[in-house]
């Protein structure tokens, strides 16, 4: 069962990665490929500062630009390494470990497993202290915003 839950949620963790388009799926050979790359203007955004920091020196030995096309991310979003990290068959051996020492099994002799099994719902949202402070951040935003629009419109009207 336990290796049944694992493949469920590896399944849908790696999927949810797929879905995100962050990137493309084959390496980028041009600034070119950017434009024609079919993703998001966001996306095209961040594969062009990565290209753009790939023709720095101080920068050559990341390989920005070998990496264009996923970001600049070099990894893969689960570690699948048996040279590095971890593996799935010692996650899973250590969750079967530890849930064996929960429910007191291996446990030594004078060794005692509390498992809180009762979860209690107790509320969600802000504390009313930090609702103050969310409340004035929302309002110190409306006033900027408030201020750069008549700014821009102010500007607008001497350049005229």
Avoid at 38 to 60: D, K, N
Avoid at 92 to 120: C, F, M, Q
Avoid at 130 to 142: M, R, S
Wanted: hydrophobic share 45%.
């Amino acid at each position: 069962m336990d290796d049944a839950v694992a493949a469920y949620v590896a399944k849908y963790v790696t999927k949810g990665a797929a879905d995100t388009a962050a990137g493309t799926d084959y390496r980028l050979t041009s600034v070119g490929d950017i434009d024609t790359a079919v993703v998001s203007p966001h996306v095209q955004s961040l594969m062009c500062a990565c290209w753009r920091l790939g023709g720095l020196v101080e920068f050559a030995p990341l390989r920005f630009r070998a990496w264009a096309h996923t970001l600049g991310y070099r990894g893969h979003i689960l570690t699948k390494s048996r040279a590095y990290s971890t593996t799935y068959a010692a996650l899973r051996a250590e969750r079967a470990d530890h849930e064996r020492t929960v429910a007191g099994i291996g446990l030594p002799d004078n060794a005692v497993a509390i498992a809180d099994a009762h979860w209690h719902y107790i509320g969600s949202g802000h504390t009313p202290g930090a609702a103050l402070i969310a409340a004035g951040i929302a309002e110190d935003l409306a006033r900027n915003r408030e201020i750069a629009s008549a700014e821009l419109k102010r500007l607008g009207e001497v350049r005229n």
